[in-house]
């Protein structure tokens, strides 16, 4: 996504409608949607009459700071990452779910903490198989049910090796269910009395992992499953492609919810956390 | 919801639309321009929907405004018909070798597209069209992969060739056609691992199958929630391999499915099935007109379009030869009780006022003054005339009346009130024929309400 507006203002040496027409469809074509775009502009609009600019250039950075703080992770985002932690993990199939919590487990791992996996999804056909595979890479433990068992019996087992391992980091893989909300939001919730009662005090963090590739349908699902369980941010995968990613603005606009960590390949170290600044910048360079 | 605030945008544009008879530039661009929102929203492709919209421009401007449309309806039901025209054909068909010759299918796409699930759901419906297939394992890179493979080859009865994850593409496919040939398949689908569009190598890995093996169809996977870069991928997939179709998959969710009319665009390659969830019999045929009017998102308006077209058959003839009447002053109970057939036709004063943009606020009022069960009421009133009292309201006197109010089975305070709206309405007809005279098409009560409203 790197340079995605330099054309922009290299092309135009005013500041007119084919201008603002322009920035629409570049912001469009990012995803953003066409009614986030249109509000971005809108915003830019009143600036640059309220501040009486006419050069292009000049009112790059009220977009910039406009952009970042649709972006910005608020202070403490990551303050799960020094805790003892349970990290839900949550999205549709297909998404990368299982792909995130193998790299998620990797780099937690590598900074020296105490990684296990939970294999919650016992929905989906070989999830608990493609998970042990990143619990292998990834070098930390999982622990697994068969297809078709009860979740919470999963989780309750993976507590149980929790506290006796004294495990930094918990990360639960969850069923990839949005079409039956009633089951996924009764799972979530069994799930989280279960922690409530059995390993309480441990810091709670809500990921929904969304498809960088996807285009408004992520605004859909993210309000869906933040009706389901309150959410904390978001993990943004696949952004190697060509794909802009850029619904991330439109999520947190519209529902507060920060991205936190982007995928960028299918490699166990292509995971990062996410820099508004940098993110936002590089759009610009 | 995102879907009502566009309805409502769109109703009180529609307002705007004033004009009669043929389509205005001006018309045609403000509807157009909601279009192109709701085109953009489903995630319909910026630079398709541009040339989409310019080329229904060019149709629309000039054309007559159909009988019971306003002119932004007029304008929507050419932009679905070019919608299903681009989306076009239906119910293509997979091409397949005849007899015990060996077809064999490529699928692609990028990670995460649901091939895997898609392919095991296409190789249960051809087991069901009486086909033989076998499902190969050609993704050796995502774990847990050829176990998914296998178990959904299971639950669809299909067998499923593997040779662990050490082995190349190009061989694994060639000796599952071998083996499909030893053991009488005649269809082979190779599941590929998902790729990016990007990824020089993976994509090479597509081409050398295509080289070492003879492929007949290449079938293209595409999430239906894909945003703006579904172009992107699918005319380099295209390009780059070249598919032949296309299935659709994850359209059961509530995904607007804006990629499908991208890709159409970019390849002009057929969709063949769209993919309707986890279970592995949701495999559906593509259906053009759905897929339009799901990706529109305006299908309130489309029904009433429809139902306009369905009756303005009947609806011409009659109207026409009231107007005829109506000119010469005539109006009896005859003219008011087909006024309100073709009223019931349009499916009901309610539905019809539902269904009219700018009417989903005002409902409510207007129920209030006119009840559909008023008006059934009123047909019962006029049902229980004789011929000659419809024909000639004059007669009209007390006891007659009395027996009308007796065979509706209303009170006759009730009748005596509408045959004073009779003729209340029969004083107002005389004085504006040339209300009826400029407007050709709904007439009566139908086309009364339509300039009213």
Known sequence: ?285 | MAFESLSDKLQNTFKKLRSKGLLTEDDVKTALKEVKMALLEADVNFKVVKQFINSVQERAVGQDVMNGLNPGQMVIKIVNEELVELMGPECAEIDFLPGKAITVLMMCGLQGAGKTTATAKLAGALVKKGKRPLLVACDIYRPGAIKQLQINGEKVNVPVFEMGDNNSPVNIAKAAIEHASKNDNNVVILDTAGRLHIDEEMMEELILIKDNVDVHQTILVVDAMTGQDAVTVADEFNSRIGIDGVILSKMDGDARGGAALSVKAVTRKPIFFVGMGEKLTDLEQFYPDRMANRILGMGDVLSLIEKAEENIAIDEETSKDMVGRLKKGKFDYNDYLESLKQMNNLGGLSSILGMLPGMGVKMKDIEGQIDEKQLKQTEAIILSMTKEERANPKIMSLPRKGRIAKGAGVDIAVVNRFVKQFEQTQKMMKQMPGMFGKKKGMGGLGGMFGNFF
Not at chain 1, 165 to 174: C, G, I, Q, R, S
């Open chain 1, 1 to 285: 996504m790197a340079g995605f507006f330099a054309k922009l203002f290299g092309g135009f040496s005013q500041i007119d409608d084919d201008f603002y027409e322009e920035l629409f469809e570049m912001l469009v074509l990012g995803d953003v949607g066409a009614r986030t775009a249109d509000d971005i502009v809108e915003k830019l609009k009143e600036q640059v009459k309220e501040n009486h600019i006419k050069n292009p250039d000049d009112c790059k950075e009220f977009l910039k700071r406009n952009m970042k703080e649709k972006m910005l992770v608020p202070d403490g985002g990551f303050d799960f990452e020094k805790e003892r932690s349970v990290i839900f993990i949550i999205g549709v199939n297909g998404v990368g779910k299982t792909t995130t919590i193998g790299k998620l487990a990797s780099m937690f791992k590598k900074e020296g903490k105490r990684v296990l996996l939970a294999a919650a999804d016992t929905f989906r056909a070989a999830a608990t198989e493609q998970l042990r595979e990143w619990a292998d890479r990834a070098g930390v433990e999982m622990v697994g049910g068969k297809e078709g068992q009860d979740p919470s019996s999963v989780l309750f087992d993976a507590i149980a090796s929790a506290k006796a391992k004294t495990v930094d980091v918990l990360l639960v893989d969850t069923a990839g269910r949005l079409h039956n909300k009633k089951n996924l939001m009764d799972e979530l919730e069994k799930m989280n009395r279960l922690i409530n009662s059995y390993y309480p005090l441990v810091h709670r963090e809500n990921l929904v992992v969304l498809d960088g590739t996807t285009g408004q349908n992520a605004l859909n699902q993210a309000r869906e499953f933040s009706q389901v369980t309150k959410l904390t941010g978001f993990v943004m995968t696949k952004m190697d492609g060509t794909a802009k990613g850029g619904i991330a603005v439109a999520i947190q606009s519209e529902l507060g919810i920060p991205v936190k960590y982007i995928g960028t390949g299918e490699k166990i170290d292509d995971i990062k956390r996410f820099d508004a600044d940098e993110y936002v910048e590089g759009l610009f360079s």
